[in-house]
């Protein structure tokens, strides 16, 4: 999905990594004449493609990223007490991930994204959230669950 360039680092080779906005890298490499980004050489350059939109496969794949930290959590939940709120298309803001875990039961979990299916979380097991990504859940039988919140170690 497009996820929108917010920084950029270099690897340990000096090669160039977009940060993008879901908190996932990716590298932009000027690498003639196979990839051709030759604007990636120049602070100018970099700075004039910030806040346009790389698509990360990653977010596609539902890839956590890595270092972010859990900050929240909702309280445990049960087929009777999951929230209205969350049994309707809603997103997470931007750059902010979630984890639905489930304790006990079964979970229907629907993103919608073009051609994804309602998946349905077991007991013991946890599903990703993507920010800015309508989804929603919904209980088909008794459940325990909860919602855990991971943002930027820096934010
Ligand atoms: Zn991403």
Redesign the pocket.
């Known amino acids: 999905m497009k ?1 929108r360039i917010i920084g950029y680092h270099q690897d340990e080779r000096g090669d160039w990594v977009a940060e ?1 906005d ?3 890298g990716q590298h932009v490499r000027h690498q003639p004449p196979f990839t051709l980004r030759p604007w990636v050489e120049s602070r100018s350059g970099r700075n004039s493609r910030l806040g346009m939109h790389l698509n ?1 496969v ?2 596609d794949a539902l890839e956590l ?1 890595e270092g972010l930290k859990s900050y929240k959590q909702t309280p445990t939940f049960t087929e009777t007490t999951i929230p209205r709120a969350l049994q309707a298309a809603h997103s997470l803001k931007s750059g902010i991930w979630g984890l639905i875990h489930v304790l006990d039961g079964c979970l229907q979990y629907t993103l919608e994204r073009q051609g994804d299916a309602p998946q349905s979380i077991h007991a013991g097991k946890s599903a990703v959230v993507p920010p800015e990504v309508p989804h929603h859940i919904q209980a088909t039988g008794p459940v325990q669950c909860f919602i855990e919140f991971f943002r930027r170690q820096a934010d």
């Open positions: 996820r993008l879901c908190h996932h990360c990653r977010c990223p």
